[in-house]
């Protein structure tokens, strides 16, 4: 099949790459340039968009963010109404969504102006995150309100555009869950992995070996398959959520979905028998979704690094990706894939290698 992708970010590499393995053709569309761009190599070729869609048999997606225009010319080639996928880049919209669904999440408020959030900060009783409704992303577009905060101060800061505010939830720790939904509603998802963030950015993925209960993973699916029915969704979807509560008592909060292929499924590239972009090319073929074999992996981000030191190339349990982007503090720019089969040397690893590998900004 021939597959235009919107988006021609790593995650657009990495989709192009699983769907020529598979033995497809594929094409890449920058939304930034506009311009039509083949697979692994930094040219604009001579090809309009209209032409390039009328070359797909299919049109996918690396980021949600698709502007209107093109919404509208590949509206025949989307295997599911991208408008729906759209209303997802609105947090107000995306918070809906869990509440129609009957998903759980943090209690949220939303607000269209300042006034609105000064009011609401005001009479706030407790801890709150400020999140705007549109553009944020690892972390950016985010205020956290606390009992000392100002209100009419922080209402001026964050009310400049529409938004939320959310409770601050005191979670355990951070999951997510990364699976594909095929045409004909069959599902199969990867185990809940767990996320760790420094300051609001994807640090590190720990994969198959931290202890995530049969009843976890069971709430986990049961979202993912209310969400993606809800949404008539064709390809591979993540869920983040909190873990809040302990042992048998743990239950899950979704915090946000991301409608594509997901930064804390990278450890499949290497971790499992067939890769997040696998299955997206897999549900978006019409081929079936495979049965899982993994392996527990750790995936430690590269963040604003110049480079990714020989050690980590050379290494027998490691494989380095590296995205080919102008490195700055907060920027993702490569990731490593370690084989390691406990928590405690992957917590090793993470406290050997991540100050040299993560540049995080102010
Ligand atoms: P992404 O890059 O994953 O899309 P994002 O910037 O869009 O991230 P969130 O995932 O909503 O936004 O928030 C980033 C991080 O901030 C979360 O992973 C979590 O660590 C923290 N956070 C967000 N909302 C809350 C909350 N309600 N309570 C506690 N922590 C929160
Ligand atoms: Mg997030």
Not at 34 to 39: E, S
Not at 59 to 82: G, Q, Y
Not at 319 to 334: D, L, M, S, T
Request: one cysteine or more; hydrophobic letters at 40%.
């Amino acid at each position: 099949m021939k597959i235009l992708f919107i988006g021609d970010g790593q995650l657009g590499q990495m989709l192009g790459a699983s769907a020529t393995s598979h033995g497809h053709e594929c094409l890449l569309f920058s939304t930034r340039t506009y311009t039509v761009k083949p697979l692994s190599a930094q040219l604009d070729l001579s090809l309009t968009l209209t032409q390039a869609i009328n070359w797909a048999d299919v049109v996918s997606w690396e980021h949600e963010d698709i502007p209107a225009d093109i919404v509208a010319a590949a509206r025949t080639k989307f295997l599911m109404d991208p408008e729906r996928i759209q209303r997802l880049t609105d947090r107000r919209e995306e918070k809906s969504l869990f509440d129609e669904c009957g998903v759980a999440t943090s209690p949220w408020q939303q607000f269209s102006q300042t006034t609105e959030l000064e009011q609401i900060l005001t009479q706030a009783q407790q801890p709150l995150v400020i999140k705007s409704a549109r553009g944020g992303y690892d972390g950016k577009g985010q205020w956290r309100y606390t009992m000392a905060s100002d209100p009419h101060q922080l209402a001026q800061q964050a009310g400049q555009a529409p938004g939320i505010v959310e409770q601050l939830i005191p979670f355990q720790r951070e999951v997510s869950l990364v699976g594909a939904r095929s045409k004909d509603g069959s599902i199969c998802c990867y185990p809940l992995v767990t996320n760790v963030h420094e300051r609001g950015i994807l640090s590190y993925t720990l994969a198959g070996m931290d202890f995530i209960t049969d009843e976890l993973q069971q709430q986990a699916e049961t979202s993912f398959r209310k969400l993606t029915d809800a949404l008539h969704y064709v390809g591979v979807l993540a869920i983040e959520f909190f873990v809040v509560g302990e042992g048998a008592d743990a239950q899950l909060l979704v915090n946000e979905i991301a409608p594509r292929v997901h930064n804390s499924g990278h450890w499949t590239m290497t971790g499992a028998n067939s890769s997040q972009f696998d299955l997206h090319i897999r549900a978006l073929t019409g081929m079936p979704l495979p049965l899982l074999r993994l392996e527990p992996t750790l995936m430690l981000n590269v963040i604003g690094a110049e480079q990714i030191p020989d050690a980590l190339w050379h290494h027998p349990d490691t494989a380095c990706f590296w995205y080919n982007k102008e490195p700055r503090p907060g920027r993702k720019v490569g990731h490593v894939n370690i084989a390691t089969e406990s928590r405690a040397t992957a917590l090793t690893w993470v406290a050997q290698w991540a100050s040299q590998l993560q540049v995080l900004a102010d």
